[in-house]
């Protein structure tokens, strides 16, 4: 017994799905919120459930050091803990701790790393970060791997692959099959066709409940993701939900749908939503410009999120100007209520077998940019 995942309709490569998961269903094709310290920050979990999310994602680094996956365990696990009740995806912590430059140290086990609060040293195997994951409770918990850096000569890139598919069945071993909860394999490969081929084929052997494609969004660009998928995702099991990590732009996700891609997560919307950036369905909108300052048109007439319907574009701008926190948090707001506006759109276009019309209006309304100042 593990998750269930059934395919609704299809559109070219394109998938309509849905995954069943102990804590709940999720529709696909589906983009996950991220909340890194057991929060989407300046969300209440509420806020993000309204927005449309179905699945947040949780990080095992983060988590494993503050507050620990004990504690949080002895709590009633993450759901719990941060009283979101619907499904969480946790990362393996691989991507974060590689990421420590300098603070940690790989060998052919796992990785030593210090943590970035205090500097106390950890360790994570792929038998600790799935012990970590089922601590947390997670619903979708991923295989612990090396994302390789990029850009990576042929050699390097082998290597840290078949690193990666020695720890994805070890992950296995170590991952308690139980109904509603899923164990994910991540492709790598970087740029190298034969790599994701044979990365592809040895996840595929040891057999997973879905498929990760990793190692994509690290700098190659959007024209060469899309290659990348092209390879990929048809060798990936029909049967299985796919998920893009880490991805990304609006028309990112687009792209990857038309490509059979299922599932998605980014900080994107909500880190931008710090910084006074919108992402809306004209393209990207600054609101910390001078353009919006005496603007009482909302962000987008057309969304119907509380930051387009309550407020106007020059109080948005003065609310980030004078570093008030309902700035963040009424972006943020707008940019999740935007992702999944976007993802139902491909959902029902899909269904609708018109996703080429989807991702061409898209393509258009982007391209026409932000509405001209008043
Ligand atoms: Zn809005």
Same mark, same amino acid.
């Given at each position: ?26 529709? *696909? #094709?589906?983009?996950?919120?991220? +909340? $890194? =310290? %057991? ?108 994302? *390789? #850096?990029?850009?990576?000569?042929? +050699? $390097? =890139? %082998? ?109 994107? #919307? ?7 950036? %919108?992402?809306?369905r004209r ?79 898209f393509?258009e309304q982007q391209?026409a ?6």
């Open positions: 017994m593990t998750l269930g995942f059934e395919i609704l309709g299809t559109d070219g490569a394109a998938r309509r799905g849905r995954v069943t998961l102990a804590h709940g269903t999720v529709e *696909t #094709p589906a983009f996950m919120p991220v +909340g $890194t =310290a %057991a929060t989407v920050k300046a969300m209440r979990p509420e806020s993000v459930a309204e927005t449309g999310a179905e699945i947040l994602l949780g990080n095992t680094y983060h988590l494993m050091l503050r507050p620990t996956a004990e504690r949080i365990a002895e709590l009633g696990g993450l759901h719990t803990f941060m009283n979101w009740p619907k499904p969480i995806l946790t990362d393996s912590g691989g991507f974060q701790v590689m990421s420590l430059a300098g603070r940690r140290k790989i060998d052919a086990d796992g990785v030593t790393f210090r943590s970035h609060i205090d500097g106390s040293e950890h360790r994570l195997t792929p038998a600790r970060s799935i012990e970590i994951q089922d601590l947390l409770d997670a619903d979708i918990t991923m295989a612990f791997d090396e994302c *390789t #850096p990029h850009p990576a000569e042929h +050699g $390097t =890139a %082998a290597e840290s692959m078949r690193l990666s598919m020695r720890w994805a069945k070890l992950s296995r071993s170590a991952f308690r099959d139980r109904p509603g909860y899923g164990l994910f394999g991540i492709v790598q490969g970087s740029v190298y066709d034969d790599l994701r081929r044979e990365s592809v084929t040895a996840l595929t052997d040891i057999g997973f409940d879905g498929y990760a494609i990793g190692g994509l969004a690290v700098g190659e660009g959007q024209a060469e993701m899309f290659r990348v998928l092209d390879v990929t995702a048809p060798l990936l099991p029909d049967d299985r939900p796919r998920y893009l990590m880490g991805v990304g732009k609006p028309g990112d996700l687009v792209g990857a749908v038309q490509r059979g891609v299922d599932m998605f997560d980014c900080v994107l #919307p909500s880190r931008s939503g710090r910084t006074g950036q %919108a992402l809306t393209g990207a909108v600054n609101i910390r410009n001078a353009r919006h300052m005496a603007d009482p048109r909302p962000l987008d007439p057309d969304c119907a999120c509380p930051a387009c319907t309550g407020y106007s574009r020059a109080y948005l701008h003065h609310l980030s100007k004078a570093d008030e926190i309902l700035g963040p948090m009424l972006l943020t707001w707008h940019n999740l209520h935007y992702y999944q506006e976007l993802m139902a759109g491909l959902r029902a276009a899909i269904a609708g077998q018109t996703l080429d019309d989807f991702a061409a209006s393509a391209a940019g932000d509405m001209p100042p008043l």
